[in-house]
């Protein structure tokens, strides 16, 4: 009797864990999903769908920034991205087209922005800190910004970057 209830315990005990694994290779499958792919000429009207979320875009990285090396521009013939990250990125890229997948992020400019932006330049301008042209100059920017929310009867502008996630070459 012993001997029968431990064979019924150790194939009780074998079955429970096969359909342990089934299921949890059942919930991988699941969880893993797709990351979209967007051209980049298409990224500026289709990235507010994205916000905070992973994509991946492709094309030729045109500029790595010189001052701290964390911002990429990617371009096609189409359009281009800026892609930030935490780390530097290696020069060597330049050139190269990549694969890139980031976290869809927004910048929005509203009239709220655009006044402290106006603030920014005034007081910078009354430092020191820029001479009369790059005062103009982003004093015109900023009413191109106000412009633009008129035209197009929008209470904001949205600008639509990526944070950097990973990469890969393409050959």
């Known amino acids: 009797m012993k001997k029968i209830a ?12 096969k359909t342990e694994n089934k299921k949890a290779e059942e919930v991988l499958e699941t969880k893993t999903i797709e990351t979209p792919i967007l051209a980049i000429g298409e990224f500026d009207t289709k990235a507010g769908n994205y916000i905070n979320k992973e994509v991946t875009v492709q094309g030729i990285v045109d500029h790595v ?11 096609t013939d189409n359009g281009s991205v800026h892609i930030t990250s935490e780390e530097r990125f290696d020069e060597a890229l330049m050139g190269n087209e990549i694969a890139l997948t980031g976290i869809v992020v927004e910048e929005r ?9 106006e603030e920014d330049n005034i007081k910078s301008h009354s430092e020191g800190s ?33 944070k950097y996630v990973d990469h890969t070459n393409v050959e």
């Open 6 to 17: 431990f064979f019924l315990v150790l194939i009780l005990s074998i079955v429970s864990c």
């Open 65 to 75: 920034c010189k001052h701290g090396g964390k911002k990429i521009l990617l371009v």
């Open 109 to 117: 400019i509203d009239e709220s922005t655009c006044l402290q932006m």
């Open 130 to 162: 820029s001479n009369k042209e790059q005062f103009e100059a982003k004093t015109a920017h900023i009413q191109q910004y106000r412009d633009q929310m008129k035209t197009n009867n929008v209470d904001h502008i949205s600008n639509y970057s990526l």
